[in-house]
């Protein structure tokens, strides 16, 4: 376990871009960061961003809990826009995490602030800009990713500290046969989730200072230990070369654990 940047303000959502460039947020500091060849930068964006996306122009869709939206940053303009808040007519429950699926539908959780709450709902914003609900009633809703198949959606639940497994229609934008998947436990509970491209999941105990390892029929394969205790996020290289990203709050680091496996990139 290697220690790549330090004194970042409770960092989050790691994901990479097509050209090997990792991103992530430092949501109490309003920053995204962007880390590549041992080198990294700052870019205020305001706000608490937290889960990150990158969509196949290399823009960087990320949630901000505070603004209550989900907003885009394009890295070759420097622009930054705002591209929903509300759902009909209601301001979104402080947006979590999100992730593409492979036909463009961008899905996100919005938990709101409390692990007891009930709730929490997951959206679909789609390609062509419908915004819905399409799962509700959960206990603060967070990390989610899609499985090796694309037909497969996971989502955290750290209110019950349960692993949802979902199956998801790209076409008509529903969620179906949604289950309790896993209980992962853990001292607050899992938080986010990232799929190698064998489908195994990686999943960001919260609090307990690990990554639990998930065969996809849910077996525990692996624990990783971590550096602090509580890892909110994490990514895999897609070419295989620099292993596991992995973001810390409570020491503020960004982590790098090695492994040959290769992450998934939409």
């Known amino acids: 376990m290697h220690i790549v940047i330090e004194g970042l303000n409770f960092p989050e959502g790691p994901a990479f871009d097509a050209t090997g460039g990792l991103w992530l947020v430092e949501k109490n500091a309003g920053n995204l960061v962007y880390y590549r060849h041992q080198q990294y930068s700052r870019i205020f964006v305001d706000g608490h961003p937290n889960g990150i996306a990158i969509d196949p122009q290399g823009k960087v869709w990320f949630c901000d809990a505070k603004q209550n939206s989900i907003r885009q940053y394009d890295p070759l303009s420097g622009e930054c826009v705002t591209l929903a808040h509300q759902i009909a007519r209601v301001p979104l429950k402080m947006p979590n995490d999100l992730c593409f699926d492979p036909s463009g539908n961008l899905l996100f959780t919005c938990p709101g602030s409390d692990l007891t709450d009930g709730e929490g709902y997951i959206c679909c914003l789609s390609k062509e800009g419908v915004l819905k609900k399409v799962h509700t009633g959960m206990f603060y809703c967070n990390g989610l990713a899609f499985g090796r198949n694309s037909a497969h959606l996971f989502v955290a639940e750290t209110g019950t ?17 949604a289950k309790k998947f896993v209980y992962v436990g853990g001292d607050v509970g899992p938080d986010g989730i990232a799929v190698d491209q064998n489908g ?65 990139l939409w």
């Open 161 to 177: 500290k349960w692993i949802w497994k979902m199956t998801w229609n790209s076409h008509t934008h529903t969620v179906n046969r």
């Open 200 to 264: 195994l999941l990686y999943v960001a105990l919260y609090g307990s200072g690990k990554i639990a390892v998930l065969h996809p029929d849910g077996r525990l394969v692996n624990e990783i230990d971590i550096i602090g205790k509580n890892p909110t996020n994490c990514a895999l290289d897609p070419l295989g070369k620099h292993g596991v990203f992995i973001t810390e709050a409570e020491k503020g680091t960004l982590l790098q654990w090695e492994t040959t496996k290769k992450g998934l």
